[in-house]
């Protein structure tokens, strides 16, 4: 494709991202699905002039507002392409030519814009620090609250994209097997620095074609993600439950660590997510884990079951605000529920899954988000509630045969800035060996978990 054409087609996938109640890389996704005549290289150039524009969007439309323009589709491509790809204002008006798969003509007001932004870039010193870190309204004040005068460091450190690491699966090799199997594919990987099987590659690549994944030898997770599944310490033939387990990738960080001795079961809400998870966990020659679909976090299920397990994860539902980088849209798309919905609903499912684990055993609560109200904020509330639990710090809950932990304070806090890891939060939380095991009672103030997940933001069309 030439470059006018993938403009025009650019343009045309952010008028379905901005018009469709679905995540970007869905619909990036089913875009593509529909038009397969596209190149492997062309849909990476199409995908990451769009995915530009979602990174850049309040300082676009600071600019749009800026010299009264109106922030369509094709406005959006246009000023992206001067002010953060650094085209002249004549160079973007002849790939605008109308030629066959070219984008349509300049209309004369957008001769106007491209003269109005000609030589200047995305940032300028009248930007509020909000709209130089592209942090929506909605997580303004939470995150200068949870920040303070690092506000704008570590919010700009979520501006660019995120690397792409694996975790290497112990039943099937070893790290230095694969290294050496993504290296005979072309590929250049490293280790990790926080996580003892994670490694991390130079750029993007295929990973899912290879016969290292093929095999479940590698998995594709943040390494802020394996961070947080080591934080149970799981030991081989413990009783593990993943009450959130969502797509499994924790579920299997956890029964490899416990070399597929024990049982783990994964829970979840949405039983589609589970049915999926299963490949993985075939693939991943894991034969330790059950999946089990519930329908509340106060499910019956949950009361039969209480006092069994060594360790329950609860990775909660969450803003999202640590995979900014990963998922630039879900700053700007409100597809789940917010902050006010979500924060009495993570309660409620740490409260629930506590009733799972047994004296002497853990609770991990962790989410992808960096808001305190949803982290330190949560384990705070819960801990005044429930005096037969008390917090774990994290050198004494990290496995003592995975080196040194990641950091050395009482819960894990990871953000882009400080760890090149997506945003995580982890807490663990010991029930007291002598804790009474209460009888099965009435529950009350039910919060049903809702399908739309993390809660994300839409741009405005």
Known sequence: MTPAARLATATDLLAEVMDTPRPADAVTSAFFRARRYIGAKDRGEIASLVYGVMRHWARLHWWLERVNHMP?????????CILAGGRTADAVAGLFNGAKFAPA?????????IRALDTR?????DQPEAVQAEVPEWAEASMRATFGDRFLAEASGMLGEAPLDLRVNPVKGTREDAIKALADAGIKATPTDLSPVGLRLAGRAPVMALDAYKSGMIEIQDEGSQLVAFMADAQPGMQVVDFCAGAGGKTLA?????????RVVATDVLEGRLTRAKERFRRAGLHNIETRAIKTERD????????????VVVDAPCSGTGTWRRNPDSRWRPLGPGLVELLPLQASILDSAARLVRPGGRVVYATCSVLREENEGQVEAFLASHPDFALVPVPSAWPAAWGKPPV?????????LRHDTDGFFAAVLERRADAPVAEAGADEGEVVVPEGGPATAQPPA
């Open 105 to 113: 003509p300049l209309s004369d007001r957008e001769r106007k814009l």
């Open 408 to 416: 050395g304070t009482d819960m894990l806090r990871l953000t882009p």
């Open 72 to 80: 369509d589709p094709r406005a959006l491509v246009i000023a992206d």
């Open 300 to 311: 019956p299920w949950v009361k039969r079951h209480k006092g069994k397990f060594d360790r």
């Open 254 to 262: 956890i029964a490899a660590m416990m070399e597929n001795k024990g």
């Open 121 to 125: 870039t995305l940032n300028h010193p």
